[in-house]
């Protein structure tokens, strides 16, 4: 059940466009969107809900097709700020569980 | 930042032996997790807690046990630690929703490194 993130890693440029990808093969309440910096913990960036609903950053944007259990998260113009591993969690519309996906690396270059 | 502090933060211990972490927390949240992070496997959640004395089971409960005897504070013992408890904890709390937390983000404790020998 566990959602797969792609691609696994990723080495940008600053200023250069991500997009980070999460699916799951069962229907899908939520996704939520979570940003980890070595050795830190995971920080909140965004949720979003079957239907349309949002909650998050304001400086970063995110899909999410309900009928392809699918959500990608948008990282525009990367700063170095940006680096960490991203993680998505998806509940599904079954259970209610949050199942989290192995992340994805991003590595921003000056 | 929201209030959650881990004790403690590094941890070696031996296998067989008994291990407890603790989670406070400062923001009077409802609900408390505690997740297990290893390479590949993201975060797994062990077991959570929907109010004081109410708990229940994650995906990789087993060789785990909880307490919560007030609202601020969250346990998780392992009763006798294995090589394969390695890993990094973590503890999160959010505000309200359903038991994990559906519709509400969670914030995350620093951590504590177990190492298991």
């Known amino acids: 059940q566990q959602p797969v993130q792609s691609p696994q890693a990723v080495i940008l440029r600053e200023g250069e466009d991500a997009v980070i990808n999460c699916s799951s093969s069962?229907?899908?309440?939520?996704v939520h969107w979570y940003r980890q910096k070595h050795g830190e913990a995971p920080v909140f960036l965004m949720i979003?809900?079957?239907g349309g609903e949002q909650k998050g950053h304001e400086k970063i944007s995110a899909s999410f097709n309900e009928k392809k259990q699918q959500s990608s998260l948008y990282l525009t113009a990367s700063q170095l700020s940006y680096s960490g591993t991203y993680f998505c969690?998806?509940?599904?519309?079954?259970?209610?569980?949050?199942?989290w996906g192995a992340g994805t690396k991003l590595i921003i270059k000056p | 930042d929201a209030g959650i502090t881990q004790s403690p933060r590094h941890k070696v211990t031996e296998t067989g032996t008994p291990v407890t972490l603790r989670c406070h927390q400062t923001?009077?949240?409802?609900?408390m997790y505690w997740y297990r992070q290893d390479p590949g496997h993201g975060l797994r959640l062990i077991h959570y807690?929907?109010?004081?004395?109410?708990?229940d089971k994650g995906e990789v409960s087993d060789g785990y046990s909880v307490s919560r005897s007030k609202t601020e504070d969250f346990l998780l013992t392992l009763e006798s630690a294995t090589s394969s408890q390695t890993s990094v904890y973590f503890c999160?709390?959010?505000?309200?929703?359903?038991?994990?937390?559906?519709?509400?983000?969670?914030?995350f404790g620093p951590g504590t490194r177990l190492t298991v020998t």
């Open positions: 979003l809900l079957k």
């Open positions: 807690s929907y109010g004081v004395k109410d708990t």
């Open positions: 969690g998806t509940v599904l519309d079954s259970n209610y569980q949050l199942i």
């Open positions: 923001e009077n949240h409802r609900y």
């Open positions: 999160a709390i959010s505000e309200r929703g359903l038991a994990v937390a559906v519709r509400y983000e969670q914030y």
């Open positions: 069962k229907a899908l309440y939520s």
